[in-house]
């Protein structure tokens, strides 16, 4: 009987855990450095130009013109840059599409 409690408890315990936030956004690295203030920004597949704020954790690769990637994005709120090409996210997932 314990065994069993112990079993379902475990199981409980790892049924509660949140998910990571995976990458699940496809989209392209554009190079926009021809346009004042700008640097690499993001394009989705929809053809909206997101800018990039921070990275919860620096990517692993370095960034090239025109490269497929996923991503997983939230906005920032009351950003502002010179760039001025979309809004400005938070990047919590980026990795090279495969």
């Known amino acids: 009987m314990q065994r069993a409690f112990f079993c ?8 509660c855990e949140e998910e990571a936030p ?14 004042d ?3 690499f920004v ?7 130009v997101l800018e990039m704020g921070t990275f919860d ?7 090239e013109d025109s490269l497929k ?8 709120d ?7 090409v979309g809004p400005i996210v938070r990047i919590t997932c980026i990795e090279k599409a495969e």
Do not use: H, R
């Open 42 to 48: 993001l394009v989705l597949e929809d053809g909206e």
């Open 57 to 63: 954790q620096e990517p692993d690769f370095a960034f």
């Open 37 to 39: 203030g700008c640097g």
């Open 78 to 84: 009351n950003m502002a840059s010179v760039c001025m």
């Open 69 to 76: 990637i996923n991503v997983s994005y939230e906005p920032m």
């Open 8 to 15: 379902f408890s475990l199981l409980l315990l790892f049924a």
């Open 22 to 35: 995976g990458c699940d956004t496809p989209a392209m690295l554009i190079d926009y450095a021809g346009l």
